[in-house]
């Protein structure tokens, strides 16, 4: 059996266990250990084992994500998600479908603060769909709204993943923040045009629009400065140079702490609370990152990524159509398991194979910086694509009354906005890049 076939193995049965609903890192760590033990044997597999999971939790790099974990979670136990949907509001309401439209906005703005999609979405949901349905949204277009907007938190800094990448790859966390914000842009406002035409075609999925009064809307910005603040002293000082991505997160977590405390939204136990949370989701993502690590050390032993890199370059195809094709295996591994899992199971895999080719006369460090972001946008895609779409399911568990398959059908709207929002990140990498050389 050559290596390149028990390479092909490990993933297959990678897949399988996570078919069957193993654990995603149990999934990927037993097929890497099994895989290793064949390729060279017990004791070489131990002496792997011995450092290279404390090798991984010891990463200084990683303490980051702990760390912006945290003040999202502090966010969302003091309250500060529904001063953001009804500024949002107050600003959009006066159009038809204005109240979807800020949902998408508000979990833009939680997102960039929280940096977890899930969180993003489960948070504002609970603020937004119950006002929603009250005034007569449909459950179609309630549901399918947010759970797009939530997607957002994928690539709107501090995202998790985001970061992630930039430490797989040894990019700089900073500029890979500039990378994402433009293309987080024109998704929000692909989505609030995708509701504008759905609520024109179909008037009786959203109620008249509502008069909001000057007064009301300067109300509601009163009560959202906590998070302008927090947002411009932590974000501001990482591209100002004033300090770093992790010093920033620990800035973060106190102003979050101490604001919430003044506003007498956080006391002892919605504090444990968020702790506890960020200790189980941490947890979790170090725990994927072992695994993923198990399996990509026996992939590399197998010599799997170098011979499908030295495959595709004898191949001679194009480079775009090479990219095409891994942004569609995107899209199908999404349907199978989370952002996260995709990042560390296949980045060290595929990045060397799109760093050997060109891309318009892209740098190294350009196209680094691009293929993450078409990454992640794809990751955002994979959230709300059919059959499993990870937040149609969180809003699914929050809004029973609506039918899942309603959702879905709500959602490709969406869907065709991302496809074409792809397909310019593709054919005009200044889009993510221009940012990036303005500031830095």
């Known amino acids: 059996m050559s290596t390149m076939s028990i390479g092909l193995a490990m993933f297959a049965g990678m897949l399988v266990l996570m078919a069957v609903r193993v654990p995603i890192a149990v999934a990927m760590f037993i097929p890497g250990a099994v895989g290793y033990m064949v390729l060279s044997g017990w004791m070489p597999l131990l002496a792997h084992l011995k450092g290279a999971v404390y090798g991984r939790v010891s990463v200084y790099d990683l303490s980051v994500i702990p760390l912006f974990m945290l003040m999202g979670a502090v966010a969302v136990q003091g309250g500060l998600s529904k001063a953001l949907f009804d500024f949002a509001n107050a600003l959009l309401g006066r159009f038809r479908g204005g109240m979807a439209m800020a949902g998408v906005l508000a979990c833009a703005a939680f997102g960039s603060i929280s940096g977890s999609t899930v969180a993003t979405t489960a948070t504002i949901a609970q603020v937004a769909y119950p006002q929603m349905r009250r005034i007569g949204y449909s459950g179609r277009l309630a549901t399918a709204a947010l759970a797009t907007g939530g997607t957002m938190g994928v690539l709107l800094p501090p995202s998790v993943t985001l970061m992630v990448y930039a430490i797989l790859t040894e990019q700089n966390i900073t500029k890979m923040f500039l990378a994402a914000y433009v293309p987080a842009l024109i998704a929000a406002l692909g989505y609030i045009i995708a509701i504008m035409v759905m609520v024109r075609i179909h008037p009786e999925q959203a109620p008249a629009a509502q008069a909001i009064s000057a007064r009301e809307v300067l109300k509601a910005a009163g009560k959202v400065w906590p998070i302008l603040a927090i947002f411009a002293v932590v974000f501001g000082g990482i591209y100002g140079g004033l300090f770093t991505a992790t010093e920033g997160a ?49 992939l590399a032993l197998s010599q799997l990524p170098s011979q499908l890199a030295e495959l595709v370059g004898h191949l001679q195809i194009p480079p775009l159509l090479v990219l095409t094709g891994v942004m569609l295996f995107y899209v199908l591994l999404g349907c199978v398991m989370d952002e996260m899992s995709m990042i560390l199971l296949t980045v060290p895999t595929l990045f060397p194979v799109i760093m050997g080719m060109d891309f318009f006369g892209l740098s190294v460090g350009d196209k680094a910086l691009w293929f993450g972001i078409l990454i992640l946008t794809v990751c955002e895609i994979g959230m709300i694509f059919p059959p499993v779409g990870l937040n149609v399911y969180i809003m699914n568990g929050l809004a029973r009354d609506v039918p899942m398959v309603e959702t879905y059908k709500g959602v490709v709207p969406f869907l065709i906005t991302d496809a074409m929002r792809l397909a310019l990140l593709i054919v005009f990498p200044a889009t993510a890049l221009w940012l990036v050389h303005l500031l830095t």
């Not at 007498?264 to 695994?291: D, H, P, Y």
């Open 250 to 298: 620990a800035i973060g977590n106190v102003m979050t702490c101490a604001i919430t405390l003044l506003r007498g939204e956080l006391n002892r136990s919605k504090f444990v609370s968020a702790v506890r949370t960020t200790a189980q989701t941490s947890g979790m993502i170090f725990l994927i990152f072992i695994g993923a690590d198990m399996i990509n050390a026996a």
